[in-house]
């Protein structure tokens, strides 16, 4: 009997090679950032028409502050304009916005829309949005572990509690708390790296990788990482 076409739940994306795309059209780093950002709005009706239920894009990372001034605005004011506009569009296609990453180094009036957004988008029961924002995996398990601590010193947690914390608990910990963990990792621009993306969720996706620069993605190759999902035979560290 042919085996089931499976769509994975969850999907995480990292969106590289908007520059290398700028810089073949002989235009600035940021046309090919903004290029980047129409290919995330597509992309999400496309997972959303296709089945999936979560997808999470990284969008700026705890590293990228040290790429120069000038880009390092485009990109944040690209990110405020995506906030703003998706209140509406995000009542429109029924979809829940959510950021991970450490926002409070993140100018005010951005972290303010994220919260609205967040905020309005809430009972949105169609596609699971997660913006990796100031994202970092270290980062975050980092700022995971302070939490506990500070949980443990607050007696929030008892000493057995502590002793007997099962992965499950950690989790609550993390910014993805409540969020299944990813099922397929696509990573865009021929790069084949982690680069610090969601190291404790990744752990038992499968990965992706292809040539296609970030602002030529689109449907089909996102058919192609899920045909290339069903080829793989996931045994979760089984036989
Ligand atoms: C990597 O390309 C891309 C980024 C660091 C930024 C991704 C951001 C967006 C697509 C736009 C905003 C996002 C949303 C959610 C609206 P690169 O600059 O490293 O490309 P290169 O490797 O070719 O130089």
Not at 37 to 56: N, P, W
Not at 171 to 199: C, F, Q, W
Request: proline share 3%; hydrophobic share 35%; net charge neutral.
């Amino acid at each position: 009997m042919a085996e089931e076409y499976r769509i994975p739940q969850h999907v995480a994306i990292i969106m590289d090679g908007n520059g290398r795309w700028a810089k073949k059209r002989m235009m600035p780093r940021t046309y090919g950032h903004s290029q980047g950002s129409k290919t995330v709005e597509k992309i999400c009706e496309d997972a959303h028409r296709m089945g999936i239920k979560y997808l999470t894009v990284y969008a700026f990372s705890t590293e990228n502050w040290s790429r120069p001034e000038s880009e390092v605005t485009t990109l944040m004011n690209l990110l405020r304009e995506y906030m703003k506009d998706c209140i509406k569009t995000s009542s429109k296609n029924n979809m829940r916005v959510r950021v991970i990453g450490d926002i409070s180094r993140l100018d005010a009036d951005l972290q303010e829309s994220i919260t609205k957004l967040e905020e309005a988008s809430k009972n949105n029961t169609g596609l699971n949005f997660q913006v990796a924002l100031n994202y970092g995996g270290r980062d975050e398990l980092l700022r995971a572990a302070k939490k506990l601590a500070g949980d443990y010193k607050a007696g929030v947690l008892s000493d057995e509690a502590l002793q007997q914390l099962t992965e499950a608990q950690f989790e609550e910990y993390l910014d993805t708390k409540g969020i299944p963990a990813p099922d397929l990792l696509i990573r865009t621009s021929g790069e084949v790296r982690l680069s610090n993306y969601m190291l404790w969720q990744l752990a038992y996706a499968e990965f992706y990788f292809t040539d296609v620069l970030w602002p030529d993605f689109d449907k089909k190759e996102l058919q192609k990482a899920i045909d290339y999902y069903n080829k793989r035979d996931r045994r979760f560290g089984g036989v």
